[in-house]
């Protein structure tokens, strides 16, 4: 089930505009097919439901980092002068359309499909641990704590879903920018807060593995 999912998340992320339409800062809406980054994480998220395990968590990392790689770029376009310039305070969750946010649903629902197989076949923890640290709750996930893991999990999902949330729609912004302007500034500090919980939320993620995990190498028992 968990495959079809995946398989549902990525074509829904082909066939969904990648990033979205800003005239007035020459940022021209893209489908994810016509999406280079796009096929990337598509590749990956494929590849993790077909290859050997071990390798299946490598194309997840490479689906990871292309997803963040293209939010970080996100986070730096708006700050150059092409959208400071604008009167509109600008953040990077602005310029992501749907299909950015497919494909992230598709990553965590092969991660899960992957985390779920080597918790059945009993693969002893190894590197993948850490490479499926890198998307919260997932390395908890891995080391058995499911409930622990989604709740982290679920905490990061919430923060960046409710921090997307207050970003001017698609439609909006094309509205506007038929007229060569942009929507009226409004306040963004509870963008910037619940980014900054996501983001604490993951570290936190992070940490409550690193620990976990030093604990089952010295306490074995103790778990």
């Not at 398989?7 to 016509?34: D, K, N, R």
């Not at 400071?84 to 990553?107: E, N, Q, R, V």
């Not at 992957?114 to 499926?132: K, M, N, T, Y």
Request: proline letters at 7%.
């Amino acid at each position: 089930m968990l495959d079809l999912l995946v398989v549902v998340s990525a074509g829904a992320s082909l066939l969904s505009p990648w990033s979205v339409t800003i005239q007035p800062a020459h940022l021209p809406q893209a489908f994810g097919y016509e999406t280079p980054a796009c096929w990337l994480v598509v590749a990956g998220l494929m590849a993790a439901l077909v290859l050997d395990l071990r390798a299946a968590v490598l194309a997840l990392a490479l689906a990871e980092a292309v997803l963040v790689g293209w939010f970080g770029w996100a986070t730096w376009v708006v700050t150059t002068p092409r959208f400071t310039d604008l009167p509109f305070p600008f953040m990077a969750t602005d310029l992501m359309g749907p299909s950015w946010y497919a494909a992230a649903i598709g990553l965590l629902l092969a991660a899960g499909a992957v985390v779920r197989e080597l918790q059945r076949r009993s693969a002893p923890l190894r590197e993948e641990l850490w490479l499926l640290t890198a998307i919260p709750g997932f390395g908890l996930m891995r080391m058995g704590r499911w409930l622990e893991g989604t709740i982290w999990a679920g905490l990061f999902i919430t923060a960046f879903y409710l921090a997307s949330a207050d970003s001017p729609t698609a439609i909006e912004l094309a509205d506007y920018g038929r007229t060569g302007n942009v929507p009226p500034p409004y306040p963004r500090g509870a963008e910037w807060i619940l980014l900054g919980l996501a983001a604490l939320f993951w570290l936190a993620s992070l940490g409550v593995t690193i620990w976990r995990r030093a604990n089952l190498q010295t306490v074995p028992k103790s778990d």
